[in-house]
């Protein structure tokens, strides 16, 4: 299914808009090794930032969508 047909049955209400992923014991790991190896002093990251960067990668999601900065040196941004 193309792009245009999958937002045009979001609005219809046919398709998820939304997908809620869930933080489980088998990511923490490698959060706790992603939060080591990209949070400095000079670019903080968050926990919680490098949950969303496992969980991108897991579910191989390349073009995420965010407005938080931190995030500009490690995904692309979608213009």
Known sequence: ??????VF???LG???IVNV??????H?????EKFLRY???QNPLS???CSTLTLLEEKKIDHPQSFDE??????????
């Open 1 to 6: 299914m193309d792009l245009v047909t999958q």
């Open 9 to 11: 049955l979001m609005f």
């Open 14 to 16: 046919k398709e998820a």
């Open 21 to 26: 992923l869930m933080i489980l014991e088998k």
């Open 28 to 32: 923490i790991e490698r959060i706790w």
């Open 39 to 41: 949070s400095t002093i």
């Open 47 to 49: 926990f919680i930032d």
């Open 70 to 79: 931190e995030f500009d040196v490690l995904v692309s941004k979608v213009s």
